[in-house]
């Protein structure tokens, strides 16, 4: 199994900032991509971005320009830098892992508030 524990979620106002981090522990050399969803409410969860084991990233239209996605492999955490936030970001913020079997693992989440 793979624990993930997401942190760094909190109250800004638009235009500001926020770097969340999701520390992953377990069975992590099986995990082969890692990424951030979030969460809305009244809506359904949606991906926010990706990062393979190849750095490879991918990054919903909303978020492009805005935010980046980094891992660092030693300290097993991966990282979404969040700029120019926007009102429309406020969401629970969910760390993901996917497995190399395709199993994925979920965070309990981290609540972003944006303020305008």
């Known amino acids: 199994q793979v624990q993930l524990v997401e942190s760094g979620g909190g109250l800004v106002q638009a235009g500001g900032s926020l770097r969340l981090s999701c520390a992953a522990s377990?069975?992590?050399?099986?995990?082969?991509?890692m990424g951030w969803y979030r969460q809305a409410p009244g809506k359904q969860r949606e991906l926010v971005a990706t990062?393979?084991?190849?750095?490879?990233?991918n990054y919903a239209d909303s978020v492009k320009g805005r935010f980046t996605i980094s891992r660092n492999n030693a300290k097993n955490t991966v990282y979404l830098q969040m700029n120019n936030l926007k009102p429309e970001d406020t969401a629970v913020y969910y760390c993901?892992?996917?497995?190399?079997?395709?199993?994925?693992?979920w965070g309990k989440g981290t609540l972003v508030t944006v303020s305008s």
């Open positions: 990062i393979t084991n190849g750095e490879t990233s």
């Open positions: 377990g069975l992590i050399f099986s995990i082969n991509a």
């Open positions: 993901n892992a996917r497995l190399v079997s395709g199993i994925p693992y």
